[in-house]
């Protein structure tokens, strides 16, 4: 059923992307057919992780330049992860590629240092913005300096908690509400021999949609099977050196006595699989590791039996991001959000999905 609905959704996403702007959602998509088994039926893997209504009365008249004019700004979160180094790269080469110019700026994880980066691209003459938020309440007051313009934004990535189609014109990202479940799920899995999991969480970046929606898809499942026992709920800010301190910690309190890791990114999960390793722990005997991006570290890691799973998430949809502008100045109306279809990843399958790595 779930892969019947993504299926169906990747179609429209591939329809109304290619009817318009000739762009195709081929080639480099990053969205392969999920092959791993489902980790539970009734998940409905792709459902927009945004609060997607459809744009009321209210709803903002873009003005979309030619494709001559095409000047995007990318206001990037930051680029302190390989994650975003990779997402800042693809979009500077989708760009060259397709002979439009951009203009990339870094808020160094800064929210007010963002919205002075997005006014200035604004000063600059950019007419599309894209924007990574750093915080997706924070962002709005640069929402609305692109709102007063009618300059398209469309979030990337981290998203905004305004209203689609009012504060912003679409969300390209993976769905991460459906990664928190798949961690869950497969944890549940894993230790459904266990009467009740003592679980981990290790958070990313606090105010990021990923962040909340990762964490509410995990604990949507936790919720519903009953027997998770969180044992701590901390954020180690995306960064493999403070997961691991954060890991050792909760080692030590509690005598080693954890059923599973959950973190945020695989860059937190290769710090936690370091801690559990001097904690004298085994992984996926002592202790599951379940991460979320798909790095190819991870997936050696996974091979080397050092990190039990994880989520791919690719940073690398700017081809996907570039077709919706090409949409938007064809005169095409976006969906609210376009998902980029994920794959878990365990043993029983990296090898068959080495290649979705980055
Ligand atoms: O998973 C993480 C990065 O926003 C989806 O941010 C992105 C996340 C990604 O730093 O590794």
Request: glycine letters at 8%.
């Amino acid at each position: 059923m779930k892969k019947v609905l993504a299926l169906i959704l990747s179609l429209t996403m591939i329809c109304s992307l290619t009817a318009c702007g000739g762009a195709s959602m081929e080639g480099e998509n990053p969205a392969p057919e999920a092959e791993t088994e489902a980790p539970a039926e009734d998940t409905d893997a792709q459902e927009p992780a945004e609060d997607a209504e459809p744009a009321s009365g209210d709803a903002t008249e873009w003005v979309w330049p030619s494709k001559e004019e095409l000047h995007v700004g990318y206001a990037q979160a930051d680029l302190a992860s390989t994650w975003r180094t990779v997402e800042s790269e693809d979009m500077q080469r989708v760009a060259d590629e397709r002979g439009y110019k951009i203009t990339i700026v870094n808020a160094e994880g800064d929210t007010e240092q963002q919205i002075s980066d997005v006014e200035s691209l604004l000063a600059q003459g950019c007419n599309v913005i894209v924007i990574t938020a750093v915080d997706g309440d924070a962002i709005q007051p640069a929402l609305d300096k692109c709102k007063e313009k009618g300059v398209p934004v469309i979030m990337k990535a981290r998203g905004s908690n305004g209203v689609p189609g009012v504060d912003y014109v679409t969300f390209f990202s993976s769905d991460f509400v459906a990664e928190g479940r798949y961690a869950g799920e497969w944890i549940a899995k894993a230790c459904a021999d266990k009467e009740t999991i003592k679980v981990a969480e290790i958070q990313g970046i606090l105010g990021g949609t990923d962040v909340r929606d990762r964490s509410g898809g995990f604990h949507e499942v936790a919720d519903k099977e009953g027997n998770f026992d969180f044992v701590v709920e901390q954020t180690a800010n995306f960064s493999r050196t403070e997961a691991q301190e954060v890991a050792a910690n909760v080692l030590q309190s509690t005598g080693g006595e954890i059923d599973a890791f959950y973190c945020h990114n695989d860059e937190m999960a290769l710090g936690v699989s370091l801690a559990c390793q001097s904690a004298g722990l085994k992984v996926n005997e002592d202790v599951y590791i379940v991460g979320v991006d798909g790095m190819y570290e991870t997936f050696d890691a996974i091979k080397d039996g050092t990190i039990s799973a994880t989520i791919t998430c690719t940073p690398k949809f700017a081809e996907q991001v570039f077709d919706g502008i090409e949409a938007g100045m064809a005169g095409e109306t976006l969906e609210t959000f376009y998902a980029i279809e994920d794959v878990p990843v365990d043993a029983t399958n990296v090898e068959e999905n080495y290649d979705l790595g980055f």
